[in-house]
């Protein structure tokens, strides 16, 4: 069992920067690949950027490629995103994800523990 969660979410206005970090509890951080994934009002739960368990493999949906960067550091078991440039189409909740097959796949099913989410709400 692995416990996530989330911080670094709020309210920031288009054109600024947030990072977000995501703490994993429980099993050896190291032996998952780590995701980020948001879902807006009313939308279905995307992926935005995923990273293997070196950070050797990172990949981005297109819309924040050269605006979000993600990141792990195993060694405080905390992955993080942070997000550059924000635009008001990037407010959504924003979900860390750890998938145990190490494997980035980009999809929801595939993930095997999940945080609660931090919201991140950008205006304009």
């Known amino acids: 069992q692995v416990h996530l969660v989330e911080s670094g979410g709020g309210l920031v206005q288009a054109g600024g920067s947030l990072r977000l970090s995501c703490l994993a509890s429980?099993?050896?951080?190291?032996?998952?690949?780590m995701g980020w994934f948001r879902q807006a009002p009313g939308k279905e739960r995307e992926f935005v950027a995923g990273i293997n368990w070196s950070g050797a493999r990172i990949y981005y949906v297109e819309s924040v490629k050269g605006r979000f960067t993600i990141s792990r550091d195993n060694t405080k078991n905390t992955v993080y995103l942070q997000l550059n440039s924000l635009k008001s189409e990037d407010t959504a909740v924003y979900y860390c994800?750890?998938?145990?097959?190490?494997?980035?796949?980009?999809?929801?099913?595939?993930?095997?523990?999940w945080g609660k989410g931090t919201l991140v709400t950008v205006s304009s």
């Open positions: 429980g099993r050896t951080f190291s032996d998952y690949a």
């Open positions: 994800a750890a998938d145990r097959a190490n494997v980035i796949s980009g999809r929801v099913d595939a993930m095997d523990y």
